[in-house]
């Protein structure tokens, strides 16, 4: 456990090349910068990118919208045509039985019996 006097080595600022009992060289001090430089850049082109993100969702969520709206109208439009399908078979099966009812048909009368009896046929 660190001492409450003593100072964190990860809170301890790195010591330059001008202060004394430095032992960075100016070529290390180069090389630090070009990689500090390095990752600048690298930090800007990640913001970059975060900030394209929202138009590329949003271009990615009109395509889905759109597709799902075309659907959406396709179906509606298969709904309407079997609605006028059912509305005609409905018609047609219900057209007879009004023609029924309009005329009805009469039964034809059989014509009467006639019972002959044949006395003396019997033996």
């Known amino acids: 456990m660190p001492q409450p006097d003593s100072p964190d080595p990860a809170q301890t600022p790195p010591a330059s090349a001008d202060s004394p009992g430095s032992t960075e060289t100016p ?54 045509t079997l609605q006028v399908q059912l509305s005609r078979a409905l018609d047609a099966a219900q057209a007879p039985a009004q023609l029924v009812a309009a005329d009805p048909v009469t039964p034809r009368r059989r014509p009467p019996r006639r019972t002959v009896l044949l006395a003396g046929c019997i033996a």
């Open 27 to 80: 070529e290390s001090t180069q090389a630090l910068e070009r990689e500090l430089a390095r990752t600048q850049a690298e930090l800007e082109q990640c913001r970059s990118l975060i900030e394209e993100l929202p138009s590329i969702y949003e271009g990615k969520f009109t395509q889905r919208v759109r597709a799902v709206a075309a659907d959406i109208q396709r179906l509606l439009q298969e709904r309407r």
